[in-house]
């Protein structure tokens, strides 16, 4: 196999075990080792930046990159190398229609999550499920450009929102009974491992990618080694170069001593 330089990782069942509510101790301590041999690590998540933050991601050890809001932004050592945010007006537009109808809301920017019309109740649903960090009140958003709007709705409100969306030529994903998340364009991972091989002058031949799910499907595409967990989506399986153990099983660290990089 070719040298591997960057390895790109889904963080929900891949890094982050749900189970136990932390990260694979083994996992980690073999990424560790990977990094002091100067192989370049990057999360590539549907999180956002404020939620992997508060979820301790950081205090692991130094990633080189993330990629967040599934394929919404990329950074690269501190450097920004796209954001696809809104446009202010669409914002605007649809805070209004959001206070008209006293829903709860989200912005979400590039390091941080604010919101406004806290509902708590639709919020704790959401929160237990997806164990997320709560977001910061409104009071302290400095008008930084908005990358994502989350929704806290059922989905009885969903007309009037797809509606709007269609007007604004906007996506609309819901993707819990309790939240949605609407973004200018189509969001995929695929963007964000392009981007950064592109900034660091390698090819696909050269990285390697671990998931879970079925939006790692597009990550995979990027990645010449598509890593799926054992305990990943049969989609995600049938597109994957090699298929691990589970993560509570030390599926990446297994994965990484099976192509001799530890």
Same mark, same amino acid.
């Not at 914002?91 to 008209?100: A, C, G, H, R």
């Not at 709007?164 to 939240?179: D, I, T």
């Given at each position: ?114 919101n406004k019309n806290r509902d708590i109740d639709m919020m704790n649903n959401f929160y237990k499920i ?21 929704? *806290? ?5 969903? /007309? #009037? +929102? =797809?509606?709007?969306? $269609?007007?604004? @030529?906007?996506?609309?994903?819901? &993707? ?10 189509? *969001? ?5 491992? /392009? #981007? +950064? =091989?592109?900034?660091? $002058?390698?090819? @696909?031949?050269?990285?390697?990618? &671990? ?52």
């Amino acid at each position: 196999m070719e040298k591997i330089k960057a390895i790109f990782f889904d963080f929900d069942w891949t890094l982050f075990d749900h189970k136990t509510k932390s990260f694979n101790v083994k996992s980690i301590k073999a990424l560790k080792k990977l990094h002091k041999k100067g192989v370049k690590l990057i999360i590539n998540s549907a999180r956002t930046y404020y939620s992997l933050k508060n979820l301790h991601t950081f205090d692991l050890f130094s990633f080189d990159g993330f990629v967040v809001s599934n394929g919404g932004a990329a950074i690269f050592n501190d450097k920004v190398l796209y954001f696809d945010g809104f446009k202010k007006e669409t914002v605007s537009e649809l805070i209004n229609f959001l206070d008209e109808k006293n829903l709860s809301y989200n912005l979400v920017t590039l390091y941080n999550t604010y919101n406004k019309n806290r509902d708590i109740d639709m919020m704790n649903n959401f929160y237990k499920i997806f164990y997320e960090p709560f977001p910061i009140d409104i009071k302290s958003y400095n008008n930084e450009e908005i990358l994502a709007i989350q929704i *806290f709705s059922l989905e009885r409100d969903d /007309k #009037e +929102i =797809i509606n709007l969306c $269609n007007k604004l @030529k906007l996506k609309f994903n819901r &993707f819990s009974e309790y939240c949605i998340e609407i973004t200018p364009i189509e *969001f995929e991972k695929s963007k964000g491992i /392009k #981007e +950064i =091989i592109k900034y660091l $002058n390698i090819s @696909k031949d050269e990285i390697m990618a &671990f998931g879970d799910d079925l939006n790692d499907i597009s990550m995979f595409k990027e990645a010449k080694y598509g890593i799926c967990l054992g305990n990943g989506k049969q989609e995600l399986k049938d597109v994957s170069y090699y298929v691990t153990d589970n993560i509570e099983k030390d599926g990446i660290y297994k994965a990484l001593k099976y192509f001799k990089l530890i």
